[in-house]
């Protein structure tokens, strides 16, 4: 029953987390694209107003004027754009806990590199998270931040070698996402943390008849820009875990890294066209560049020995495991029948190095070569080959129903339900 509660609880939260991060897209793409077309008022010039916009959409005419500071009175209704940030981070958490903190035993934690208890690697995870504020923060706050190009030099290097970090302790899975939730995190923040205060004080000054400080809008429009340029990498992170030939190589924390180059570039495109009306295509010849450069890197070599991926069966009875489950998955009579049906109906795609043509790693980077790698996956058998019929795709390989009812018995031996 968790099983499928948690399969759609996953379903649901991930919804809510792509519907909410499309709103908070739209609204800021949309507002950087119309603070960078802004032009000179036509006509007397108003006090206060900086630039004007006239759009149209929808069959209407809209008629917008930036004011530089804030406006000589504080109009009664005023719209605040923050609530798409702040469901798109907490939807995002609750994912990260659903899927990486729930099933870190699967998903989060690699032996190979860092043998973690899973309370330890949740609690990496977090603190890191933690930690990518509270620097960016600082370097923001610091005599560096008054220089933007050197501003995102330092935070470019930051944010590759926290991911670095990540790429040691973590899976590749979980390294690539704990990466872009790092900047997920830092760009909720700046609008919890900053840009909307910021705005606070500038509406409380106005309302007791003070004059604001323009610095607050200031610091609020530079926090907003760095978010604008790291969107388009999140996007990515967020969905290189689908894409094993992005996460499954040592060098995904160089990827993360000319991912980042690539988003800037992309953004500076629009932003200069918006600003300006260029067109620099140089950006999209860059891009493409450097993304000839991550797909060269997600097939070289790492400095890691590869695993052998021998095949075992009755020996996965004496070998560790994470869980107790496992372990009475591994030593279940019903073991080596189980073992058999996915090795015929599964492995050759699931490989290291799968056997189906044209494919080059593993779907989703799960690996069902030996008996290790079944048992450590019993799960995911469970909800694509047994609760549904998602695997093999197509039933390409023909899988029987009574193989599947087969694969059903074993799992139950992993929770204890089996009687012989």
């Not at 109009?75 to 806990?97: I, N």
């Not at 994470?322 to 591994?330: E, G, I, T």
Request: hydrophobic share 50%; net charge positive.
């Amino acid at each position: 029953m968790w099983t499928y509660l948690s399969e759609w609880l996953q379903f649901g939260v991930r919804w809510v987390h792509v519907v909410t991060a499309i709103a908070w897209i739209g609204s800021s793409f949309y507002f950087i694209a119309l603070d960078l077309g802004l032009r000179k008022p036509h006509g007397a010039p108003m006090v206060g107003v900086g630039g004007e916009a006239w759009q149209v959409h929808g069959g209407g005419f809209y008629h917008i004027q930036k004011y530089m500071v804030a406006p000589p009175h504080m109009p009664e209704d005023l719209t605040w754009f923050k609530w798409e940030s702040y469901a798109t981070w907490l939807s995002g958490a609750a994912l990260l806990f659903l899927v990486y903190y729930l099933g870190a035993d699967l998903y989060l934690i690699d032996p190979a590199k860092a043998d973690l208890p899973a309370w330890a690697a949740v609690l990496i995870g977090v603190a890191g998270l933690a930690l990518g504020w509270v620097v960016y923060d600082r370097i923001c706050k610091s005599p560096l931040g008054k220089n933007d190009s050197v501003l995102l030099g330092i935070v470019f290097v930051y944010v590759v070698a926290a991911s670095f970090v990540f790429s040691q302790l973590f899976s590749g899975r979980g390294a690539m996402l704990h990466t872009g939730a790092m900047i997920a995190t830092i760009m909720t923040a700046n609008v919890a943390m900053l840009i909307i205060p910021n705005q606070k004080i500038v509406v409380a000054d106005l309302k007791a008849g003070r004059s604001p400080d323009p610095r607050l809008g200031a610091a609020a429009k530079q926090r907003s820009l760095h978010n604008n340029y790291l969107t388009l990498p999140v996007i990515f992170l967020m969905l290189s875990n689908h894409y094993p030939l992005a996460f499954a190589t040592e060098w995904n924390w160089a990827i993360a890294g000319l991912v980042l180059l690539i988003g800037a570039v992309v953004r500076h495109f629009f932003n200069t066209k918006h600003k300006t009306g260029q067109h620099l295509w140089w950006c999209w010849a860059v891009a493409g560049v450097l993304f000839v450069l991550v797909m060269a890197l997600s097939g070289a070599p790492g400095w890691r020995a590869s695993p052998t991926g021998e095949a075992s069966s009755t020996s996965n009875a004496n070998l560790d495991f994470p869980a107790d489950p496992q372990l009475a998955l591994a030593r279940s009579p019903l073991f080596q029948e189980a073992e058999g049906i996915v090795q015929s109906r599964c492995s050759m795609c699931h490989a290291r190095k799968p056997l189906w043509p044209g494919m080059g790693h593993a779907p989703k980077g799960v690996l069902l070569e030996n008996g290790r790698d079944i048992v450590l996956n019993a799960s995911l058998i469970e909800r694509q080959a047994v609760r549904s019929h998602a695997m093999p795709p197509g039933n390409i390989t023909g899988m029987e129903p009574s193989e599947r009812l087969a694969l059903a018995r074993w799992l139950e031996t992993g929770s204890g339900l089996y009687r012989p």
